[in-house]
């Protein structure tokens, strides 16, 4: 089972090379599913989300989609009265979508609420909807759970919600969690036996950090293990960076 993962685009603050050739460097893999989690706009301009349409309807499908914070409005009535009315319109009208593929079961959960400003949040509702859909999943799926922000954060960036999300993972039997925000990509697994936890970095964006370019994760999951290759776009080129592999006893 293949999957792409991609995260905080921050189309409007670009790099117009990486835009217009990572579609095809993604879809040269043949993903099962392709996932965005998060922040595909600058500041959630019209013509922002325009551009994002763009790229994502170049992606290879099917794609699972989420909102990061940079997806609201900053600063307008319309973060008050309409926050996701343009992602709604131009991004997915379902704001925690599920997909199903053969041999996967995957869902998306909103984790920037309005009132928020940067950080996220998970509501019992949220964690309820974890369990019954990939909890619920066909015997043999592969059960993926996609969000903005990092459940594993610590301190000023913790989720809130954050225990009440691990338990419903641990409750669900997830196997996959694929997060965004951070902008420096990573891999976890924090309990043996556990889910695999991957940050993918900012694929085609100029806020780079921590002298990290743009990059996605291709992840690839065996019977025997899990494979995240990082892809980097160096000389206007993509090219596997740092592969981390999970064995299956491990995860």
């Known amino acids: 089972m ?3 993962h991609l995260s905080d685009l921050h189309l409007g603050a670009h790099d117009r090379r990486a835009v217009a050739s990572v579609a095809a460097d993604v879809a040269r ?3 099962a599913l392709t996932v965005v989690t998060g922040d595909s706009t600058m500041r959630a301009r019209t013509g922002e989300f325009r551009l994002a349409r763009d790229l994502l309807d170049r992606l290879p499908g099917p794609l699972l989609v989420v909102t990061g914070n940079h997806d609201l409005p900053l600063m307008s009535w319309r973060r008050l009265l309409r926050p996701y009315a343009r992602y709604r319109t ?3 009208p379902d704001l925690e979508p599920d ?3 053969p041999g996967l079961t995957a869902l998306g959960l909103q984790s920037m609420p309005r009132w928020r400003w940067k950080n996220g949040r998970v509501t019992a509702r949220q964690a309820a909807a974890v369990v019954r859909v990939l909890g619920g999943a066909p015997r043999g799926d592969l059960r993926l759970l996609a969000l903005h922000h990092p459940p594993l954060a610590r ?3 913790r989720l809130l919600g954050r225990d009440r999300l691990l338990h419903a993972i641990r409750a669900a039997g997830v196997d996959l969690v694929l997060a965004g925000h951070t902008h420096v990509p990573d891999v976890r697994v924090p309990v043996p036996g556990g889910p695999v936890f991957v940050v993918a970095g900012t694929a085609v964006s100029r806020r780079t950090r921590q002298g990290i370019g743009c990059s996605w994760s291709l992840i690839s999951v065996r019977p025997d293990a899990t494979e995240v290759r990082e892809r980097h776009f160096r000389d206007g080129r993509w ?3 740092r592969v981390v592999t999970v064995s299956a006893a491990a995860s």
Do not use: H, L, N
Request: glycine content about 12%; aromatic content about 12%.
């Open 155 to 157: 301190g000023t960036v």
């Open 99 to 101: 997909r199903r593929v």
């Open 239 to 241: 090219s596997t960076g």
């Open 2 to 4: 293949v999957v792409a």
């Open 29 to 31: 893999f043949r993903p």
């Open 90 to 92: 131009w991004m997915d």
